[in-house]
């Protein structure tokens, strides 16, 4: 592993705006309800649960993870959280999701920490992301469980397709 390795995997855009936009809808009825019918403890209820919605997607929902020699760190929309790889027990794939009525696809990456599981990219990575993940975590790789993640196909589309040119590795 180089001194100073690090990828960066990106949560896919449909899975930002649907946690997004399903937590907002939930606010958007409780508030419109209060409103509309005065403050209830009901209509109360649904707004309070819609802005906890709202902030747990802002705080905690995954848009990109950056993983280095040190840890993982996960940056959502308002915070940068760190994961030191001392504290991560196990690294796995979320369950897989049905995309097609033909297919199943690997779920994303997640981190056990103690007994919590931290989102840390909500797609499977492609083959070529899997194999320089691995390079990244090196032998560390081997304590997480890393070696034990079902690796992606090489058909499978790389996170950055649909960001910026930044996040385009560089071509040899």
Known sequence: MADGASITLHSS???????????????GVGSAAVFA??????TGIIAAV?????LGVAVDYPLRSTFDAEGVTRRAMLRSHRLAWSDVRQLSRTRPSVASMRRL????????????????V?????????DELDAVLGERGDEIGFD????PGDDVAPTWIYRSKRW???TS
């Open 50 to 54: 819609g802005l906890l919605l709202v």
């Open 168 to 170: 385009q590795p560089p």
């Open 148 to 151: 034990e993640v079902i690796r």
């Open 13 to 27: 855009w449909r899975g930002i705006i649907t946690s997004s936009l399903g937590a907002l809808m939930v606010f």
């Open 122 to 130: 909500d797609q499977a990575e492609s083959g070529a992301e899997h």
């Open 105 to 120: 696809q690997h779920g994303g990456l997640i981190a056990l920490v103690g007994k919590r599981r931290y989102l840390l």
């Open 37 to 42: 019918s005065g403050l209830s403890v009901v």
